[in-house]
């Protein structure tokens, strides 16, 4: 099956700071990779779409200047939330669509952010 | 806008025994994909099930299979023979047939007793 790796599993920041978190697919070019937020038993928000080579498209409510999308190879995606705030604090988890699978969608294992 | 629905937000079953979690959708399209994800406490999203609305015959995997009823919008995942590992938390999600995004239910949490 296709494998997706999120790094870190875990940070911890402090506020003002930023943080990045990366998501690879390891083993599949993906030219689409999605970033979502999960709060504690709640759902997951989509958060953007990231697209290789192109900007991310972001979905309604997401502050494009507070998470940055970076998605510049077929393997790679990363997500930085600038300035960090306690409230920011989350977990982020990042899918990767495969090509040649196009039904399906392979989560990385997620980050859990926290910002003190 | 599609919207998913899981009205259960916490079930039981005795291991074993049989379970039915719910899932109803809203959208205008004919063709789409309907999933049932499974997160675990690792928070891994691991996927149950898959079912391709063109197809009338219900998906099953193992212990896991799918009621679909496409006219009253409705996609239940049922688990036999629960077993410890099943307890998780279950989401209902749904996605156009040539789109990308995933629209997740609220979630299921299932509790497995021995």
């Known amino acids: 099956g296709a494998v997706v790796s999120q790094h870190p599993s875990r940070v911890i920041c402090k506020s003002g700071t930023s943080v990045k978190i990366e998501c690879r697919s390891l083993d599949f070019q993906a030219t689409t990779m999605f970033w979502y937020r999960q709060f504690p038993k709640k759902s997951l928000m989509l958060m953007a779409t990231?697209?290789?080579?192109?900007?991310?498209?972001?979905e309604q409510g997401v502050e494009k200047d507070k998470f940055l999308i970076n998605h510049a190879s077929l393997t790679l995606s990363t997500l930085t939330v600038t300035s960090a705030h306690p409230e920011d604090s989350s977990f982020y988890i990042c899918?990767?669509?495969?090509?040649?699978?196009?039904?399906?969608?392979?989560f990385g294992q997620g980050t859990r952010l926290t910002v003190v | 806008a599609q919207t998913v629905t899981q009205s259960q937000p916490e079930m039981s079953v005795q291991e074993a025994e049989t379970v039915t979690l719910s899932c109803t959708y809203d959208t205008s399209e004919s063709d789409y994909y309907l999933f049932w994800y499974k997160q675990p406490p690792s928070r891994q999203m691991i996927l149950v099930i898959r079912q391709e609305a063109y197809k009338q015959q219900n998906a099953t995997e193992n212990r896991f299979s799918v009621n679909f009823q496409k006219a009253a919008k409705s996609f239940s995942l049922k688990i036999s023979d629960s077993q410890l590992g099943d307890a998780a938390m279950y989401f209902c999600?749904?996605?156009?047939?040539?789109?990308?995004?995933?629209?997740f239910g609220a979630g299921t949490i299932l509790r497995v007793k021995s």
């Open positions: 990231s697209n290789e080579g192109s900007k991310a498209t972001y």
């Open positions: 999600a749904y996605r156009r047939e040539y789109g990308n995004k995933l629209v």
């Open positions: 899918s990767a669509k495969h090509p040649g699978m196009h039904t399906e969608a392979f």
